[in-house]
């Protein structure tokens, strides 16, 4: 007689296929279309500019912001709920009780994309593209500590801080280099290993990778008016990576819950 899955066996089989489904409609690579039409007026410099500005909004956030974002995210509240859901789950071993962590987080995001649209197109709309940046950081950053509050996890360590970056890198990778940063981060995720990068590093890595995806539509979002259109980036991108954390958390999570179970059932000794 086949063996009945288990909750969590089952919660796993799902969370692969929705980070299989990620990676297959991720966007493609920046193609030919309006961003060549503008191509000619964007200053040579910009892109440079836009990484110089991503990295010290990264700085900035991470060294002395954090508390700030933490009253925003009610932080006690959801560490708090962390633990009735955890009680729950381990009560109940039920697949919905399993999914009460994801309603969690899928709450905040829902509300951290309405934030964002008003901010990008309010700038957007008085030609604000640059002033832009630590405002949308701000609220990409809260998005991504409320979903991991939301599974149980950090976010003020240098390690953890990095995995937030390489997430945030890999959620605008294409193609080949997707693949192989989200193998990375699965294979951090299964064996607990520390990231042989530093914390710098990977900030310029990350910024390399916002400032090359939003370097026309900042430019964009700087003309007033008309930088409504560049200002609405900020809901799409802000959607795409805050989905894209929600999926590795959510699988980082199960990870763990897998190996305790294996552990239960064939415990050392």
Not at 133 to 153: C, D, H, M, Q, R
Not at 215 to 240: A, E, N, T
Request: aromatic share 10%; hydrophobic share 40%.
């Amino acid at each position: 007689m086949r063996e009945k899955q288990n909750p969590v066996e089952k919660e796993w089989a799902a969370v692969v296929k929705a980070e299989e489904r990620f990676l297959r409609h991720a966007m493609p690579a920046r193609t030919a279309g309006w961003q060549e039409k503008i191509t000619r007026y964007v200053p040579q410099k910009l892109e440079a500019t836009l990484h110089t500005a991503f990295y010290k909004a990264f700085e900035l956030i991470f060294d002395k912001g954090t508390p700030v974002i933490e009253k925003t995210c009610q932080k006690e509240k959801k560490e708090q709920n962390y633990k009735i859901n955890a009680y729950a789950a381990e009560v109940r071993a039920t697949r919905h009780a399993l999914r009460a962590f994801g309603r969690e987080a899928g709450a905040s995001r829902n509300l951290n994309l309405a934030v964002s649209a008003v901010e990008g197109v309010g700038m957007g709309f008085f030609g604000l593209g640059l002033p832009d940046i630590p405002l949308f950081l701000g609220v990409l950053l809260k998005s991504i500590y409320e979903v991991a509050l939301s599974y149980g996890y950090t976010y003020d360590t240098q390690e953890e801080q990095i995995f937030i970056l390489k997430l945030i890198e890999t959620a605008l990778s294409h193609g080949e280099q997707l693949a192989q940063n989200n193998m990375e981060l699965n294979l951090w995720m299964r064996e607990e290993r520390t990231f042989s990068i530093s914390r710098n590093e990977q900030i310029r890595r990350t910024s390399d990778a916002l400032a090359g995806e939003l370097l026309y539509l900042k430019f964009v979002q700087g003309l007033p008016v008309v930088g409504m259109v560049g200002g609405v980036s900020d809901m799409v991108y802000q959607k795409r990576i805050s989905d894209y954390a929600a999926v590795k958390y959510k699988r980082r999570f199960l990870e763990t819950k897998r190996k305790t179970g294996e552990e239960k059932r064939h415990p050392a000794g």
